[in-house]
């Protein structure tokens, strides 16, 4: 029997399908997924630009057994419709529920995790390399974003891949369009690139099939046969619309890659509207505000404009704002050069994507001591993106870099003092380390002041033998819970370098030390401070409230901080149990 579109939740049920019957399909399961993200929220415009894809794909190859790679994750919200995901589809990026990412542990149909770009055709590479070791006859499929091929990886991947005789299929989603519009000169050459015997593909030794109407299921069925009857590396090159389908999000692209709930009728957010400030923001305008001020400072970013809220100054100063494509690798090496040049350059980088950098701020920054200035955005928990976007590993591993300054500071005023410190800091790079979230009820213009470089800031001081030290914005929170339970309470607000001076007066004062901070306690700021209070043969216990060695699941945020430890309650709690066990 031929199911009903409501029952299909597998590629078999999908293929029991006829043909006829298939753009009825992709219609309506481009209505399910708007009705489904319009009621609990998640990434939107890239999945509706997929649809036909995603039923072409399930209907040509045989998957699980065939190896299918999405590049970047977030579009393969119709691709989990129909691997036997449908049932589970309304816990997405909820806590305990299924992931807004391609994941190995969810499904046998993810063969990979994608969540950050520009992987898949290395991972594709690599299961099509072993599928000839192995002797083992399939598919090997890799479906890359046009922005997510603009990474270094990705271009290492199609030099390696285009001499093997590797079975694999490198699908061009070509949307001209990541979060913001695509940037590079590879974007412009897609844009103009025709069918031709030869072009830039063929040259690297692939066979190039395209480019395809991406919303046209039976060219894309079409073409999908057709490559699995060829041999070696092929490229696949189709055209969509980000957002298709949904006119709201076809004209406001950026705006719609992911959402809240929605109303699907009018577009309009159903969520109860925040007013407050996001800390993204009060670094966009205090940059924008100073680069007023200061004609020498540029901004970098590797595709991240308007999440890093470079959109204030890039209005003004447009020419003075690089949007480099997703390549973090080239933005922190890019930084450097117009650092040793005489520029003041902020390089924003979300705190997950850094991780991708790493040798460069090494290398390229750390080592030849330039004042490149890095504004690490979501540092911390994310909420529901999950274990790959929290940035719960730079405090780790930036505290070991020679040459770095690290302020992290705890609220609005502080981090606009922060970013004008680090604007005329000239002694070598400096990281400012912010949370993804609220700041406060709205923007404050305050005065901008010069921060003495490694002060902390001493909130509360009483007469126990127990202090808080906090570092970042999670001592707003610790603030709150000092005072109620009579605590002194210390915001460390340098990472590096450490004000000794404060934690040498702090050891001879207190039994008990507790250390606060949405980081990983392996390689935290605590065990920086138990190495500190070692060298001065201190007495004091130094504890550490933060996460420990595992990977953070996805959910809201209020769920996370329950779950890891960091929530007011749970904070209270550990605080006690210090507290009483030094009494006894």
Known sequence: MIPSFEEIDSP?????????????????????????????GGHFAANLGVVELSVALHKVFDTPNDILIWDVGHQAYAHKILTKRKSLFHTLRQFEGISGFPKMSESEFDPFGTAHSSTS??????????????????????????GALSAGQAFEALNNAGTSNCNISIIINDNHIGIDPSQGALGEYLEKLEFKKENFFTDLGFQYLGPIDGHDLNALISVL??????????????KTLKGKGYEPAELEQTKWHSTSKFDKLSGKNTK?????????DIFGKTLLEIAQKDENIVAVTPAMVSGS?????????????????????????????????????????????????????IHDVALQNLPVIFAIDRAGLVGEDGPTHHGVFDLAFLQTIPNLCIISPRNQMELRNAIYTASIYKKGPIVIRYPRGEAGEEFTDSPLVKLEIGSSVVLSERCQKTALISIGTIGIRCQEIAEELNISHYDLRFVKPLDTSLLKKVFEIYCDIIVIEEGQEIGSVASTIMLEASKTNSKSKIHSISIKDHFVSHGSMETLYQIEGLSNSKVKEQIHSIISQSIN
């Open 225 to 238: 046969e057709r490559s699995k009857l060829l041999s070696g590396p092929k490229i696949i090159h189709i």
């Open 12 to 40: 078999q049920k999908l293929k029991q399908l006829p043909f006829s019957s298939l753009n009825d399909y992709a219609n309506w399961l481009r209505n399910y997924l708007i009705e489904q993200i319009a009621e609990y």
């Open 272 to 280: 109860p509207k925040d007013l407050r400030v996001k800390y993204q």
């Open 121 to 146: 055709i290395s991972a594709a590479l690599g299961y099509a390399q072993a599928a000839i070791l192995k002797k083992i006859d399939r598919q090997h499929i890799a479906v890359i974003g046009d």
């Open 309 to 361: 809220s470079l959109h204030f100054m890039q209005e003004v100063f447009p020419d003075r704002v690089f949007d480099v494509g997703i390549a973090e690798q080239h933005a922190i090496t890019f930084s450097a050069g117009l650092a040793a040049s005489g520029l003041t350059v902020f390089c924003c980088i979300y705190s997950t994507f850094l991780q991708r950098g790493y040798d460069q701020l």
